[in-house]
Nanobody
Framework: VQLQASGGGLVQAGGSLRLSCVASGPIFALNDMGWYRQTPGNQRELVAGITKGGVANYADSVKGRFTISRDNAKNMVYLQMNSLKPEDTAVYYC?????????WGQGTQVTVSS
């Protein structure tokens, strides 16, 4: 399974971005999908996750500002990011689970200027 993330970029504080991630390859049953982020010198952290049935969970730092969604027919997961803050600056990675395996995308840079 390959993941291709897109939608990152440079935005001013208070702005919005929408990240997209599409899965391709031998797909038969994608389970949980999610977005993580990582800054230099820090561990990758969960931003938001969503189950196959659409139940979402969020990191406390993004609750009320970010919304995760998925399109099972298109094998895609999205992250709508509103009211962005400089501390949201990071490389964002999408992740999907299929069977007992976990797959990661290549990462997309999000930079929020103050």
């Amino acid at each position: 399974v390959q993941l291709q993330a897109s939608g990152g970029g440079l935005v001013q504080a208070g702005g919005s971005l929408r990240l997209s991630c599409v899965a391709s390859g031998p797909i038969f049953a994608l389970n949980d999908m999610g977005w993580y982020r990582q800054t230099p010198g820090n561990q990758r952290e969960l931003v938001a996750g969503i189950t196959k049935g659409g139940v979402a969970n969020y990191a406390d730092s993004v609750k009320g500002r970010f919304t995760i969604s998925r399109d099972n027919a298109k094998n895609m997961v999205y992250l709508q990011m509103n009211s962005l803050k400089p501390e949201d600056t990071a490389v964002y990675y999408c992740k999907v689970d299929q069977s007992w395996l976990t797959y990661w995308g290549q990462g997309t840079q999000v930079t929020v200027s103050s």
